[in-house]
DNA sequence: CGCGAGCTTGACGTTGTTCAACTAGAGTGG
DNA sequence: CCACTCTAGTTGAACAACGTCAAGCTCGCG
């Protein structure tokens, strides 16, 4: 976790989300903030805690990451440049999930209490925020949908299609994530990850080999996250 | 779908939600709302339809319900007062699920545009209706991690105590939910419900006949809520 | 009374989990 | 270089959970 002054001048954050905001209150947004680099499997937020900041996240990518006693669940995987931890604010603040990284990350710490008194005090910046707040809880109730009644076939999928669409953006990829990972993402056992990509590549659909990943048959894919 | 005058100036909305507004305000966002009365089974919002209102419900229980390509899923159930509809706004106002009442309902609409300006235009208030839509979020997140990793058994359980602690408030009630939707609730089939019900009746945890229920054994429910 | 919708039951086959044994690869130390 | 260990991945078989189906039941209502 080595720290660097952040470069802010030139970041996303500032180019999307603080659309509208004036350089001053962006800057002293900022003004102490660390950029700080995660290592692939590191802790970016705890499930739990009181959470003293948001992540923006510069680079990498991450997995939401819910314990049950044990029993993990993962509720979504999200890239860089992205917002992490909106869901958790504004009621008692305390993280609903952990946030870890898969791949190594870049990340800014934004504190919490400047980051409430900006939103409140400039009506475009808020509504930004909301509108990316939103947009997470929609996309939350796709995938609950996909879990709630699709069965095992067509989760994966679901999660195949996400990963190649909206992750790694090609057909083709390096899997970040372990079986177990994927049997967390898909709420099933690793043992039915296994056989499942294996079905998968018997019937030409994926060729999987360890981590290396690349989906052949896109449509048929489609086909069994509708059917499935 | 009767309507009258709203009696606004008496209304839990205007005291919890809107609270800070300055009475003007408040007047001219509901200048042109009419109070409806919805029947049991009535839809309320209707899923893919562009969004022109919020509504605000005053009295009654209604099902968030995602119709997709026929196989129902019951997202929640809530109960007024509530405000509905958040979910929607602030991307494509498009409803992501449909609203029913599953009892007699009294609600009010919200001009959209309206609102928006005023959450615009005053502070508290936008932090209200945020807080209330992350709150939101974070029920949906806790609905889904019961989904994914707990049997029927369990998620029967999650759903029969979520019933009893926020909808009903008793430990005897009187269901207004069918097989069929407790089952769209739990992401199964309606006769596994039936079943499960069944063995709770016979393990002396539930009493259950017809739409009468009545929770005999607390303990026991949480107990399987979390083993399940 | 007869009809129909919702409910109930049990049998059966499918799907998915668990378990136990095995393999492959990466690291470590002599 | 080999032996050892550790972890992730893989396989198949036994078993449990769950969905599907088909038949019968109940209760309200015309």
Not at 102 to 123: G, P, Q, W
Not at 202 to 227: C, H, M, P, V, W
Request: aromatic share 10%; hydrophobic share 40%; charged share 25%.
């Amino acid at each position: 976790m080595d720290k660097f002054i952040a470069d802010c001048l030139e970041c996303h954050f500032r180019e999307n989300l603080c659309q509208g905001l004036p350089a001053i209150d962006f800057q002293n947004l900022f003004e102490s903030t660390t950029q700080i680099n995660y290592k692939k499997g590191e802790l970016i937020l705890k499930q739990g805690l009181k959470t003293k900041h948001l992540v923006y996240l510069s680079k990498g990518i991450v997995k939401f990451y819910h314990d049950d006693n044990g029993k993990g669940l993962i509720i979504t995987i999200d890239k860089a440049p992205t917002l992490l931890g909106l869901a958790n604010i504004l009621n008692e603040d305390i993280n609903v999930f952990s946030i870890y990284a898969i791949e190594d990350c870049v990340a800014c710490l934004i504190d919490l209490t400047k980051f409430k008194f900006l939103i409140l005090s400039n009506r475009q910046f808020m509504l930004n925020i909301m509108s990316l707040s939103t947009a997470m809880f929609r996309k939350s109730i796709f995938n609950f949908i996909s879990l709630a009644h699709k069965q095992v076939n067509g989760r994966i999928a679901d999660i195949l299609i996400h990963l190649s669409e909206n992750i790694y953006q090609s057909h083709t990829f390096i899997l970040s994530l372990s079986r177990q990972e994927l049997a967390e993402f898909a709420g099933c056992s690793k043992e039915n990850v296994i056989h499942t990509l294996r079905n998968f590549d018997d019937d030409g659909i994926i060729k999987a080999s360890g981590k290396n990943l690349e989906i052949l048959d896109f449509d048929r894919l489609q086909k069994i996250s509708k059917t499935g």
